[in-house]
């Protein structure tokens, strides 16, 4: 018997009472195995992707090759036949030197698969490109929105509103410069008045003066003029009192000499 089905005995009956396959016995299954489909793994990949990386994981990978890169220096100068003191001096300095610098990796191509962390840096960077290079703001930047209607609907009223505004504020903006254009030149014009009512009242005062110094002038010269005729007259005058003088004088001698 095979399955508690088949004869006890293949007396008679024909076979040799083998049963190979027992169709009419129905087999219990166990749970199938729900794997994953190709979506899941793929969704599953890009979460781990977009995770943000670990900075001391990161840290503790960036100090693990530098520590590798320091062994490599030692073994090194241990072949080279060098003393304990120097070799422990020059790696110090190297450690040194590597850990001051900021960016100790930068090799992409080199992060292996199961280095989660390198690979969400990595991932980082060349998002934070890609959105440099497309012109696109990472502070307010949410995956899929661009699908989205209404929020497209809300961003472009948003931008609309937003480009109002900045036309309201430039005619504004503008309007206020045009104000303080046409001040300044109102001012100007008043300051070009007022220097001009100055220069002409400098000219008419210098002018004035002028006059002043030429009335002076002639009022001296006339004066000089008198104070030279008032001097002839009295020359002249005192010339003929001279000569009446000496018409008298002879007068009187020719009177004493015909006495």
Known sequence: MYGNVGLSTPRGSGTNGYVVRNLSY??????????????????????????KPNKDILKHEKKRQIEIKCIDLRQQLEEDGQTEEEIEGRVNAFRNALLSAVDVIKDDKSIQEHQVHQLSQAKAVENEKMMKALGIKSNNYVEGASFDREL???KKLERAT??????????????VEERQKRKEVEERQKRKEVEERQKRKEVDERQKRKEVDERQKRKEVDERQKRKEVDERQKRKAERDQEIRDHEKKHRKRSKLKD
Do not use: W
């Open 26 to 51: 129905i087999k219990t299954r166990k749970d199938n195995v729900q794997y994953e489909s190709l979506d899941e793994i793929k969704s599953k990949s890009s979460s781990l992707l977009n995770r």
């Open 152 to 154: 497209q609907a809300q």
């Open 162 to 175: 937003q480009r109002e505004k900045e036309i309201e504020e430039r005619q504004k903006r503008k309007e």
